[in-house]
T-cell receptor, first 115, second 109 residues
Framework: SAVISQKPSRDICQRGTSLTIQCQVD?????MFWYRQQPGQSLTLIAT?????????ESGFVIDKFPISRPNLTFSTLTVSNMSPEDSSIYLC????????????FGPGTRLTVL | AQRVTQPEKLLSVFKGAPVELKCNYS??????LFWYVQYSRQRLQLLLR??SRESIKGFTADLNKGETSFHLKKPFAQEEDSAMYYC???????????FGDGTTLTVKP
């Protein structure tokens, strides 16, 4: 199966700053997604990263807060802007199109702590 | 709107006992359902998918469209099964999945 990597693996940031998370896949994939996983809670889809066009955001998430780029079929970034402690979470990159049954593959996650 | 419900946040069984993790869904289309697992300090990964009707690590899950359920079962739980389990529904048109809240399974020795 493909390798999905994320950078950074973790970070501690100050309130009001921004952090950009990178997701790299070693194969071309059709669809890339960004999720948030808060401790002991489920995965919440933030947006679908579309190659060559603007990301599609889920209800409750906006581009100004979570700008996303997807310059090609193997790479995407998620920026968490103007951070507050409520943004402390694990951010996951996920892709489909690598398996036979539309299953999702996940990156290792980025653990973000905002002070 | 699509929805996935896992009613048990925590589930604890003894080694060798049967285990069933419940999952119910609501979806207007034809569902594609998956179970994902996250072991301690590992990334989330696919456990099994309904469409392939397989048994993975002794786990099976049958899609019951009448009851809109996709419960995960194993006849004899092992300590290494302790993990977080997520049920997921794929929206085939959009290509994205809706996840349940997850069930933390603990298998005690």
């Amino acid at each position: 199966s493909a390798v999905i990597s994320q950078k950074p693996s973790r970070d501690i940031c100050q309130r009001g700053t921004s952090l950009t998370i990178q997701c790299q896949v070693d194969s071309q994939v059709t669809m890339m997604f960004w999720y948030r996983q808060q401790p002991g809670q489920s995965l919440t889809l933030i947006a679908t990263a579309n190659q060559g066009s603007e990301a599609t955001y889920e209800s409750g998430f906006v581009i100004d807060k979570f700008p996303i780029s997807r310059p090609n079929l193997t790479f995407s970034t998620l920026t968490v802007s103007n951070m507050s402690p409520e943004d402390s979470s694990i951010y996951l990159c996920s892709v489909t199109g690598l398996g036979a049954y539309n299953e999702q593959f996940f990156g290792p996650g980025t653990r973000l702590t905002v002070l | 709107a699509q929805r996935v419900t896992q009613p048990e946040k925590l589930l604890s069984v003894f080694k060798g006992a049967p285990v069933e993790l419940k999952c119910n869904y609501s979806y207007s289309g034809s569902p594609e359902l998956f179970w994902y697992v996250q072991y301690s300090r590992q990334r989330l990964q696919l456990l099994l998918r309904h469409i392939s009707r397989e048994s993975i690590k002794g786990f099976t899950a049958d899609l019951n469209k009448g009851e809109t359920s996709f419960h995960l079962k194993k006849p004899f739980a092992q300590e290494e099964d302790s993990a977080m389990y997520y049920c997921a529904l794929l929206e085939t048109n959009a290509g994205k999945s809706t996840f349940g809240d997850g069930t933390t399974l603990t298998v005690k020795p």
